[in-house]
């Protein structure tokens, strides 16, 4: 198989990493590839904000957990109310994918481009997480003075954020794959 395809197989969500910072070499060719994505209408209507402050991130993540406890949803609760979680797993970078919410589908083109990102850092032989979560407190009210502080542009709306690190451990198990979801007509 060629590397590119490698890389899409090989990459799983990494949930344990080393605390030292990524290059800023990594960095840039990570940004690059998601910058690389595919948009609707190639409005590219995406915005990241790139933090690699750990007192930043961990404001949000306690703050994200604050507002995951009174998330209609068991999972989201039971996580929230763990003192060990920590919405980003303690990565050293996290970029935060923000889509303008005048766009066709901005959803769509920060999902692309996301997922470019991951691909670019398991091609680098670094770990990543695409991290939901934080949308529960970006997404919020009490989320308006983070997008201020993070210079997200009030016309966007946060939907992910990707946390990048080097992993701690390169073991990996892929999930099963859910059956019957392709039909082939030749
Ligand atoms: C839209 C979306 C949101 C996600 N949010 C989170 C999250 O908040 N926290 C987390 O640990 N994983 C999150 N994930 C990662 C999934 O749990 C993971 O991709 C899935 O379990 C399959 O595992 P794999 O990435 O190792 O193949 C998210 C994935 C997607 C696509």
Known sequence: MNETINSIKNRRS??????????????????????????????????????????????????????????????????ANNEKFHAFYNAPTVVIISGDKNGFMPEVDCAAATQNMHIAAESLGLGSCWVGYISYLLGSEKGEDYKKQLGIPATHQPYYATAIGYKKSSRSNAPTKRENTVSYIK
Request: cysteine-free.
């Open 14 to 79: 990494t949930r344990v990493f080393l605390p030292e910072q990524i290059k800023e070499e990594e960095l840039q060719i990570i940004i690059d590839a998601g910058l690389s994505a595919p948009s609707a209408h190639n409005q590219q209507t995406w915005h990241f904000a790139v933090i690699q402050n750990k007192e930043i991130l961990d404001q949000l993540s306690n703050a994200a957990k604050e507002v995951g406890k009174n998330v209609d949803d068991a999972f989201i609760q039971q996580l």
